[in-house]
């Protein structure tokens, strides 16, 4: 799928409902989820740490860092390994934080990442998710634990996250140094986005690949904005942004650079026809602010 974030008009999409393992593309939520909590909360993400909990140590897959239970690392650092990354231990150490505070603010027990995921799909709900379904924080297929969503889903989704300036700062990073305190002291790692299109126009968001999944990828393309001159003088500022969702794709980064122009171009098109929208649902993808 592809649609202008700022307008909700779809320009290309093919498939976009259908339903599909998303991989770690599920972090966007995770991340957008702790960047609204800590918002709420009044959290310094920069300054706040999380404790890498016991359950990192059966965690399948990308653990980067090397992360063992019990090491501390800011909460900024974990997002940005998690995100920039794809560092699935760094995910769940940030859902098994956050899922704490959610069980002590209702004043329950519990697993704290289940408390996570469940606010995850809270949020999914809020933003008209409706073919999505998430089970854990960081998209791994394990047992009897697949999340699913939609290319249509999942752009809403990095609508919503493009419009949060700390999810912004993280994603369109290319490179991060973080740190992580053990036994042994501090140590330093440098994180590569994983997402090797960022650059000055394409200001984020996350890749994602997983067997079941595919290669998936969403990107967000800024543009500059459209000035146009208004009836009374006064001049009108229209914002352009991208949003492109690849699901499933051998070809991801290549099939993405194919599709920003072709995009644009069809975006360009409608403006100069007058912005006309004959069927609102079927052409606009409308995202709301569940805060």
Same mark, same amino acid.
């Given at each position: 799928?592809?649609?202008?974030?700022? $307008?909700?008009?779809?320009?290309?999409?093919?498939?976009?409902t259908?339903?599909?393992p998303? !991989?770690?593309?599920?972090?966007?939520?995770?991340?957008?989820?702790?960047?609204?909590?800590?918002e709420?909360?009044?959290v310094?993400?920069?300054t706040?740490? &999380?404790?890498?909990?016991?359950? &990192?140590?059966?965690?399948?897959g990308?653990?980067?860092?090397?992360?063992v239970?019990?090491?501390?690392?800011?909460m900024?650092?974990a997002l940005s390994?998690?995100?920039?990354?794809?560092?699935n231990?760094?995910?769940?150490?940030?859902a098994?934080?956050?899922? =704490?505070e959610f069980l002590a603010?209702?004043?329950?027990s519990g697993d704290p990442?289940?408390?996570?995921?469940v606010?995850?799909n809270h949020?999914?709900?809020?933003?008209?998710?409706g073919? @999505?379904?998430?089970?854990?924080?960081h998209g791994?297929?394990?047992?009897?634990?697949?999340?699913?969503? @939609?290319?249509?889903?999942?752009?809403?989704? $990095?609508?919503?996250?493009m =419009?949060?300036p700390?999810?912004?700062?993280?994603?369109?990073?290319?490179?991060?140094?973080?740190?992580?305190n053990? !036994?042994?002291?501090?140590r330093?790692?440098?994180?590569?986005? @994983?997402?090797?299109?960022v650059?000055e126009?394409?200001?984020?968001?996350?890749?994602?690949?997983?067997?079941?999944a595919?290669?998936?990828? $969403? &990107?967000?393309?800024? =543009?500059?904005?459209l000035?146009?001159p208004?009836?009374?003088?006064s001049k009108?500022?229209t914002?352009?942004?991208l949003? &492109?969702?690849l699901?499933n794709?051998?070809d991801?980064f290549?099939?993405?650079?194919?599709?920003?122009?072709?995009g644009?171009?069809?975006?360009d098109?409608?403006?100069?026809?007058?912005?006309?929208?004959?069927?609102r649902?079927r052409?606009?993808?409308?995202?709301?602010?569940?805060?």
């Amino acid at each position: 799928m592809v649609v202008e974030a700022h $307008s909700g008009k779809v320009l290309i999409a093919t498939n976009s409902t259908v339903k599909r393992p998303v !991989a770690s593309l599920t972090k966007v939520a995770t991340a957008v989820l702790v960047v609204d909590w800590a918002e709420a909360a009044g959290v310094d993400v920069a300054t706040r740490e &999380v404790v890498v909990p016991a359950s &990192v140590a059966q965690l399948p897959g990308a653990n980067p860092m090397k992360l063992v239970p019990g090491e501390r690392m800011s909460m900024l650092d974990a997002l940005s390994s998690a995100v920039m990354g794809s560092d699935n231990a760094a995910a769940l150490t940030l859902a098994d934080h956050v899922g =704490r505070e959610f069980l002590a603010r209702k004043g329950r027990s519990g697993d704290p990442v289940q408390a996570f995921v469940v606010e995850m799909n809270h949020l999914a709900e809020a933003l008209e998710m409706g073919k @999505t379904k998430f089970t854990n924080p960081h998209g791994l297929e394990l047992p009897s634990s697949v999340g699913l969503s @939609t290319a249509a889903d999942i752009a809403k989704l $990095s609508i919503y996250a493009m =419009r949060r300036p700390g999810f912004t700062f993280i994603s369109r990073q290319k490179v991060r140094e973080v740190t992580v305190n053990g !036994a042994e002291g501090a140590r330093t790692f440098k994180v590569n986005n @994983t997402n090797e299109l960022v650059s000055e126009t394409i200001i984020g968001l996350k890749t994602g690949t997983t067997r079941a999944a595919g290669e998936c990828l $969403s &990107v967000a393309v800024e =543009r500059a904005p459209l000035i146009r001159p208004k009836a009374d003088g006064s001049k009108g500022v229209t914002p352009r942004r991208l949003i &492109v969702v690849l699901l499933n794709s051998p070809d991801r980064f290549g099939r993405a650079k194919a599709l920003i122009p072709r995009g644009w171009a069809i975006y360009d098109e409608w403006v100069r026809g007058g912005a006309v929208v004959e069927n609102r649902k079927r052409e606009i993808l409308s995202v709301p602010d569940p805060r």
